[in-house]
């Protein structure tokens, strides 16, 4: 069996134009289809999962610009019968419970119809170890200095699990365009994370691409949390049971457990387990208690005791009375807090400790967009 050329060090992280893709023909149900994948050593890593009745294509902000390159160049394609692919070692499992992750299955709808049957017999020749016949170079001309421009126009592409692989199927080449554009303005650098839609939010959602600053990270912690609920000797069997032992296993592994404020407990909200801990000492037994007295004066308690962490605890206090979370306060609700919380100092306490500092915001624009790119070259 043909070993696969590994890509040069400097050329793996490269996923703008020019990327160098495999190139395979399959018969699958049939008929001869082009099936394009990564090359072995590109780093770009991606997840998936189902949550809220939507598929989820997971990945960091490199991994993002390049499924914004795959889409962009694909939106040129003419070739019918054309699948590009994301399979092992490119997949992770989640970041969340470290589930296993689906192969991802892009799919020109104007020019290829991928059938069921298609689908589960490349599964079965899954993870594809012969030899490439060939390279494509990858066009994206006009992405670089695209504009994300959101505008009304007719969604009929889908998202959706067929024979094991997530399949993402946009329905025109304007549409996919779109996608491309969405993905590539996403930006992690406020929140932390960022999603967007890869169909008409207007209606029934199907598919969503989410990326997270730290993604590799939580994958890490998720893999050690699972590990950790999987060796206990009370360890269940079933999914829907262990993932939220898993969640809060992370959740203590990242020290952040007892931003948990409130959880849904005995048929009503009660203050989080962890929190509890901290809380208590500062004469906050029930989530009405924190209500009432509301988070800066609970958090000046926490402060006099001795008991109290970075001021994430104080936003994620004040979030969870007004229903949100903490990650996304605004600046300025923060900047209230602070004041608030200045506004009466505390004898013996010489400053709060803040959280770990913001990302600057990005600045810069992009330009009109450039809907002429060529078509994508296959040799």
């Given amino acids: 069996m043909s070993t696969l050329k590994q890509q040069r060090p400097r050329s793996a992280r490269i996923?703008?134009?020019?990327?160098?893709?495999?190139?395979?023909?399959?018969?699958?149900?049939?008929?001869?289809?082009?099936?394009?994948?990564?090359?072995?050593?590109?780093?770009?890593?991606?997840?998936?999962?189902?949550?809220?009745?939507t598929w989820h294509l997971l990945s960091d902000d490199h991994g993002s610009r390049l499924l914004a390159t795959l889409l962009w160049g694909l939106s040129y394609q003419a070739r019918p019968a054309t699948v590009l692919l994301i399979d092992r070692p490119f997949l992770t499992p989640t970041p969340f419970e470290a589930d296993p992750a689906d192969p991802i299955l892009l799919v020109p709808g104007w020019c290829t119809r991928l059938t069921p049957r298609a689908v589960r017999e490349l599964m079965r020749r899954l993870p594809l170890r012969t030899a490439p016949e060939g390279t494509v170079r990858w066009r994206a001309h006009g992405l670089a200095t695209a504009a994300y421009s959101p505008?009304?126009?007719?969604?009929?592409?889908?998202?959706?699990?067929v024979k094991g692989a997530i399949v993402v199927t946009p329905a025109t080449p304007d549409e996919c365009r779109d996608w491309a554009l969405y993905i590539?303005?996403?930006?992690?650098?406020?929140?932390?994370?960022?999603?967007?839609?890869?169909?008409?939010?207007?209606?029934?959602?199907?598919?969503?691409?989410?990326?997270?600053?730290?993604?590799?990270?939580?994958?890490?912690?998720?893999?050690?949390?699972?590990?950790?609920?999987?060796?206990?000797?009370?360890?269940?069997?079933?999914?829907?049971?262990?993932?939220?032992?898993?969640?809060?296993?992370?959740?203590?592994?990242?020290?952040?457990?007892?931003?948990?404020?409130?959880?849904?407990?005995?048929?009503?909200?009660?203050?989080?387990?962890?929190?509890?801990?901290?809380?208590?000492?500062?004469?906050?037994?029930?989530?009405?208690?924190?209500?009432?007295?509301?988070?800066?004066?609970?958090?000046?308690?926490?402060?006099?005791?001795?008991?109290a962490p970075d001021t994430r605890m104080l936003w994620a206090m004040d979030c969870a009375i007004s229903g949100g979370t903490y990650r996304h306060l605004t600046t300025a609700r923060k900047q209230e807090l602070t004041t608030a919380l200045h506004r009466h100092p505390i004898p013996g306490i010489a400053g709060v400790r803040s959280g770990r500092r913001a990302r600057p915001p990005r600045t810069g624009g992009r330009t009109v967009a450039d809907r002429r790119g060529p078509a994508t070259v296959l040799r």
């Fill in 15 to 53: 996923v703008g134009d020019g990327l160098k893709l495999h190139r395979r023909s399959l018969r699958l149900d049939g008929r001869v289809h082009t099936v394009i994948s990564l090359r072995p050593g590109t780093t770009a890593r991606f997840s998936t999962n189902y949550f809220h009745d």
């Fill in 184 to 307: 590539a303005a996403m930006d992690t650098g406020a929140h932390g994370t960022d999603y967007t839609y890869l169909d008409d939010h207007h209606r029934w959602v199907t598919g969503e691409v989410q990326t997270f600053r730290r993604f590799h990270h939580m994958v890490g912690t998720a893999g050690q949390a699972r590990r950790t609920v999987l060796r206990r000797a009370d360890a269940g069997t079933d999914p829907s049971a262990l993932r939220p032992e898993i969640w809060e296993a992370a959740d203590i592994l990242r020290g952040t457990a007892h931003l948990k404020i409130v959880e849904w407990r005995d048929r009503r909200w009660q203050v989080g387990r962890h929190a509890a801990a901290m809380l208590t000492r500062a004469g906050v037994h029930e989530f009405e208690d924190l209500r009432r007295i509301g988070a800066v004066e609970a958090y000046r308690r926490m402060l006099t005791t001795g008991c």
């Fill in 151 to 161: 505008r009304w126009a007719p969604r009929r592409g889908r998202t959706d699990r």
